[in-house]
């Protein structure tokens, strides 16, 4: 199989077929890496990897089902012989306030976001320290601190997958492998498009979004950094983190926020006839 370096990892990112997981694959290939991306919508993944070229491959994975997640691992170790990193990315949210919401809806959410990444990690933790070696990177959320309104369920489970990361991190520190958790903040996808439409969730317009790349920047670069723990932005991220452990406090900013944000929607939404 070869040496491993830090030059050259074999990395599987979920939720690879646009967005942000399409960031990371991209970046990560241009660093030297091995890739297999792994999405739920099989054509567009596969369409993604054969653009990437020759280190990267493609496999349909729904990340709720665990015998999707060996059939990713065996996929990747078929290709390129191993998986070295773990990125979860994958994720979705159902825009509107919790009383809205249909219970599938709320459900939808949590076994995605929550569960499914539960399942990858669990397979990954068996593999990888059967292999002697492994990295797991959890993309969560700067919504993991932050009891935001509109997102009530979307925020539940990205506390709990914060959670549950450090808490099998501290469970395996004597063990073989590294943990490194990220949380982005808004970001320009498909989702903030789905948010724009919704004005429920206008607070995620408060401030002006990140580009996909910025936050794979992030990530591939925690691929040999190793951080604990990565919020954006560096600063404002560390001070929200904070803030987020007084809900009396959230009670009385957070719909400041919200009103910003609707106003910056607002200037954001295309004007009827002119298409911007």
Known sequence: ???????????????????????????????????????????????????????????????????????????????????????????????????????????????????????????????MTAQGHGHIINVCSMTAFLPLPGYATYCASKYGLRAFHHSVAIEERDGPLDFTIIHPPSTRTSMLEQEMADPSSAIAFAEKPYAPERIARAVVDAIAAKPVEVVFPPLGGRVQRIAGVFPGLMRLVLPIAEAKGLRRRERLMPRPGTGR
Do not use: K, P, Y
């Not at 370096?5 to 091995?34: K, M, S």
């Not at 159902?94 to 219970?103: I, P, Q, S, W, Y």
């Open 1 to 127: 199989m070869g040496r491993r370096t830090e030059q050259e990892q074999v990395v599987l990112v979920t939720g690879a077929a646009a967005g942000i997981g399409a960031a990371i694959a991209e970046l990560a290939v241009a660093c030297g890496h091995r890739v297999m991306l792994t999405d739920i919508d099989e054509v567009a993944v596969v369409s993604r990897a054969l653009s990437l070229g020759d280190r990267a491959a493609a496999c349909v994975l729904d990340i709720r089902s665990s015998a999707g997640w060996a059939r990713a691992f065996e996929a990747a170790e078929a290709a390129f012989g191993r998986v070295d990193v773990l990125v979860n990315n994958a994720g979705i949210t159902h825009t509107g306030v919790a009383r809205d919401l249909r219970e599938q809806q709320h459900r939808d959410i949590v076994e995605v976001n929550l569960l499914g990444t539960i399942t990858g990690v669990c397979t990954a933790l068996e593999r």
